[in-house]
């Protein structure tokens, strides 16, 4: 693939509907994935979740949630690399409209057990997300500490690399 000139959005991620967010930096073309778009691929669910925030302290279980894996976003898009070893310094940013953000790498996404748990996710608990919150969120269920890399409301995921 060739090299493409990546832009950034300075002021955060814009308000884009109802369940949608935007993938955007080393892809081919910016694609905002609609509710739609969601509801069509494959789903995988996991069950009994502790929710701990960074301290460790437990903050409750979620009984469930069912999402589709980060990973399959990611491979349903034209990443933009130029060497064989950019994936070694590309880092995915999950945001929300109201600036919280969290950082994967792609290693972690793709080489680790972590990355086969994080989700966009759709259900909680049996109920819409996207119905409560007018958007989806981005949960890592194989963290220790799930809570720091929990993504409510999920904006926007742009894939950057180092250098």
Known sequence: MQGKSIEQNKKGPEKI???AF?????VETARTWTLEDLLKMETVEVKDILLACGSGE??????QFRGI??????????VVTTDHNDTK?????????????TIFSW???FNTSVGEGIMVV?????KPVYEE??????FSAKDFLTGPRYVKRLAQLEIKMLG
């Open 69 to 78: 894996l980060l990973t399959d976003i990611i491979n349903s898009a034209k």
């Open 107 to 109: 290693q972690e996404i």
């Open 133 to 138: 919150s007018g958007a989806v969120d981005l």
């Open 58 to 63: 437990p903050k409750g279980h979620i009984g």
């Open 89 to 101: 310094k590309m880092y995915v940013i999950a945001s929300s409209n109201d600036g919280y953000a």
């Open 122 to 126: 759709l259900e909680k608990e049996g």
């Open 17 to 19: 509907g109802t369940g």
């Open 22 to 26: 935007r993938l955007s930096g080393m």
